[in-house]
């Protein structure tokens, strides 16, 4: 989680202090879109394919640290037909 909170960081200016893994990162406004493809791509690298991300619903499954790690660890170890849905 430590490499993906500091992509966050580095991306996201307007954050002040430290980054808490609940924090609200899209119902905050805190990442916005260019950060938000940053940590696509880096979900994606870490699942090992593509995500499509209208597929599901972005605010629910990315709107915190931990609820984009759950999420990788989710879709990385599926069956390759679950992972196909995402």
């Not at 938000?36 to 640290?65: P, T």
Request: net charge negative.
């Amino acid at each position: 989680m430590g490499d993906l909170r500091a992509l966050i960081v580095e991306s996201t200016p307007v954050l002040t202090g430290p980054l808490d893994e609940d924090a609200p990162l899209i119902t905050s406004g805190v990442l916005e879109s260019t950060t938000l493809v940053s940590v696509a791509l880096w979900v994606e690298e870490r699942v090992g394919r593509e995500i499509d991300l209208g597929a599901f619903d972005l605010v629910a499954e990315w709107d915190s640290l931990g609820a984009i790690v759950d999420f990788v660890e989710r879709h990385a170890g599926a069956p390759r037909s679950a992972r196909d849905r995402v």
